[in-house]
């Protein structure tokens, strides 16, 4: 089953802007990749989803290139609060079974101040 | 309120005992799932279920059953046969698998197991 790859962790300064990425090399031909943020001893919940090119909401963009094995998560002028673990999302096909989510390791974002 | 319910919050449990998570939505999603979250790690599909009656293994179901009677409820039973079940369990759903490639979750705020 093939897996996506993130840095362990991150470190930034409360202003800059930060950019994560999640390699994925599997990705089937109509999943979308979606990146989730979680907090301690909470549910993950979601941050921003996109097919292809780019994709902007309130809270981040995310890129993804032609080829789609890769995507970025750019968090803009991060504060402290964005602290957190954040997750790359992408669905594989399984031999002989539906698909399933699977995540990524998940990267740690520590913003300091 | 829609969203996903679990319970307990916190357990306890003495080798050998079978428990089971409850995990309740309202949010009428086909699909449901159930992760597994070790300290400093990050999520472990344990099983998921696209439709009621249905469900499939994930990565680490070893140890672990379900069932899905319902649509809205997809009970999580760590058995005396998972042999390092202290963790934190997260239950999803989602609109459905066939029906969206989209892979957004909902998440419940999970459920923390303890064995002594």
């Known amino acids: 089953l093939a897996k996506t790859t993130q840095p362990i962790s991150m470190d930034s300064y409360e202003g800059q802007e930060v950019n994560i990425t999640c390699s994925h090399n599997?990705?089937?031909?109509?999943?979308?990749i979606t990146w989730y943020q979680q907090f301690p001893s909470q549910g993950p919940r979601f941050i921003i989803q996109?097919?292809?090119t780019k994709v902007t909401n309130e809270v981040a963009s995310l890129f993804i290139p032609a080829d789609r094995k890769s995507s970025t998560l750019s968090l803009p002028r991060v504060s402290l609060s964005d602290t957190a673990v954040y997750y790359c999302?992408?669905?594989?096909?399984?031999?002989?079974?539906?698909?399933?989510?699977?995540f990524g390791s998940g990267t740690q974002l520590t913003v300091l101040p | 309120d829609g969203g996903i319910t679990q319970s307990p919050k916190y357990l306890f449990r003495k080798e050998g005992q079978n428990v089971t998570l409850s995990c309740e939505q309202n949010l009428n999603h086909d699909a449901m799932y159930w992760y597994r979250q070790d300290p400093g790690q990050g999520l472990r599909l344990i099983y998921y279920?696209?439709?009621?009656?249905?469900?499939q293994k994930g990565d680490i179901a070893e140890g672990y059953s379900v069932s899905r009677e319902k649509k809205e409820s997809f009970p999580l039973t760590v058995t005396s046969a998972q042999k390092n079940p202290t963790a934190f369990y997260l239950c999803a759903s989602s609109i459905g698998v066939r029906v969206s490639n989209t892979g957004e979750l909902f998440f419940g705020e999970g459920s923390r197991l303890t064995v002594l």
């Open positions: 999302l992408v669905g594989y096909r399984k031999a002989g079974s539906a698909r399933q989510l699977t």
């Open positions: 996109g097919y292809k």
């Open positions: 599997n990705i089937a031909t109509n999943d979308y």
């Open positions: 279920s696209q439709i009621v009656n249905d469900f």
